[in-house]
């Protein structure tokens, strides 16, 4: 009973330990997407103010800019998508160094210009703005606002050569951020997705090695002539540098030109930009750590089913288990009492239960009334209620609860009761079929 008990135990405290770290995980999960929602909160208004700053700069720049604004932004229910624009307001570069980058390469009209998602917009608003009042503004159309990136100039093993051995880190238009139609009409008016950026390392390949030829020639699905140009940007002791090549078509020799990078008049941020990147990394960090996680809570959930669906089973062959055992224990205490019972009432009878000299059972002696001694071996009876405990304690020959099974008796082999003198004697053949008698009995 005990050791049922203990496994019991035991197995609830295993499903307890499961469903705590179960618990843990989801409060570590829960406290990860806060904090990441956070950061994407304060993100997003850290961009909802740089835009609001650089709209406020490029209008006060440029008025023109501004007024074409004041008109779209009071009129956006006249056309039939979303107008986008200024370029300048709507791109964020990842730090002043990237945005002076994209603010020299890209025209500064680009970046005062504005993006429509179908010919009718564009017509709309090029009547509206141009032909009503005067003022001009460039209009890009990106058809249903969808983003198509295209092949890079660079396949993916020349790419990996030029990060390993020549210091470039990525492409001009993975330098910002910004909504796909802009995105897309950056890359279709001004090819920002085929220029490089990179760091020191990029002079000492210029100085050093035939990085100019690298660049120069053509991939092998390219089938067409001559060599092809090059425009990448890169720092050299601090100083932004921008770096072109060309091809000439008639000598083949490649002509070069490089100049130093101001700091970004347009595309400058509000503040500090280094709070993006901690943004980014804290986004980041928080997606790695669910993403690591949340497999380990789904494994450890099957794992403590398959062990509720065991512990159901186990529980109800315990309880059974358990239930036998109550059963039984009162079955033997019932017949613990009956022994008792008896034995008071054979003090009752003044019957004294004494070994019998030839240690094959009990001798039996009772006073009756003329004096007299009655003197019987009852082996059977005592032989029974011997088992009772391993101590065979002794105990009287006359049980009248075990009478029932004397009657029923058929396998004893003989019987032979002798009377005389007060003194009873039963022999019985088997002795082996006596003790099975009294285990039946007791179980």
């Known amino acids: 009973m005990e050791e049922i008990d203990r496994i019991m135990k035991e197995r609830e405290a295993e499903l307890g330990m499961l469903e705590a770290r179960i618990n843990g995980m989801n409060v570590c999960i829960e406290e990860a997407r806060l904090e990441k929602d956070q950061a994407s909160a304060e993100r997003l208004d850290e961009l909802k103010y740089n835009k609001a700053l650089r709209l406020e700069l490029i209008c006060e720049i440029f008025p023109e800019v501004g007024e074409a604004y004041k008109f779209i932004d009071e009129n956006r229910n006249i056309f039939r998508g979303k107008i986008w624009g200024p370029i300048a307001a709507e791109v964020q570069p990842k730090n002043h160094k990237t945005a002076s980058y994209l603010e020299d390469y890209v025209p500064e009209v680009t970046l005062k210009a504005y993006v429509v998602e179908c010919n009718e917009d564009c017509l709309l608003l090029h009547r509206e703005v141009y032909s009503k009042r005067g003022i001009f503004i460039k209009i890009f159309v990106v058809n249903d606002g969808n983003y198509e990136a295209r092949s890079r ?9 030029l990060r390993r051995e020549h210091g470039f880190l990525e492409y001009l238009d993975e330098t910002f951020t910004a909504p796909h139609p802009i995105m897309q009409a950056l890359i279709n008016k001004n090819n920002v997705d085929k220029v ?3 760091g020191e390392t990029v002079h000492n390949s210029l100085e050093r090695k035939d990085l100019l030829n ?10 067409r002539p001559g060599k092809q140009g090059s425009c990448f940007f890169y720092t050299y002791k601090g100083v932004s540098i921008k770096f072109m090549s060309q091809a000439s078509r008639y000598t083949g020799l490649i002509g070069t030109t490089s100049k130093d990078i101001g700091p970004a008049r347009l595309l400058r941020f509000g503040s500090n930009p280094g709070l993006m990147d901690q943004f980014d990394i804290t986004i980041q960090e928080a997606d790695e750590f669910i993403a690591k996680l949340q497999p380990v809570v789904n494994a450890t959930i099957v794992k403590l089913d398959e062990m509720n669906g065991q512990a159901i089973v186990t529980v109800q062959f315990m309880g059974g288990m358990k239930r036998a055992l109550e059963r039984k224990d009162e079955k033997i205490a019932s017949l613990e009492s009956s022994l008792e019972a008896a034995i008071k009432r054979s003090r009752t009878d003044n019957i004294e239960v004494n070994p019998n000299k030839r240690g094959e059972g009990y001798t039996i002696q009772e006073e009756t009334q003329a004096g007299a001694t009655m003197d019987g071996t009852h082996e059977e009876d005592f032989s029974r209620a011997a088992h009772v405990n391993e101590q065979h304690t002794k105990v009287p020959a ?11 008796d058929e396998q004893y082999s003989s019987k032979e009761i002798m009377r005389g003198s007060s003194q009873v004697k039963v022999e019985t053949d088997d002795e082996q079929e006596r003790e099975a008698r009294v285990n039946s009995c007791l179980h």
């Open 214 to 223: 690298f660049l120069s020639t053509r991939e092998a699905n390219d089938r």
């Open 153 to 161: 100039m660079y396949s993916d093993e020349r790419m990996d050569v």
């Open 398 to 408: 006359y049980f009248p609860e075990y009478q029932r099974h004397q009657q029923d």
């Open 196 to 198: 490089l950026v990179g």
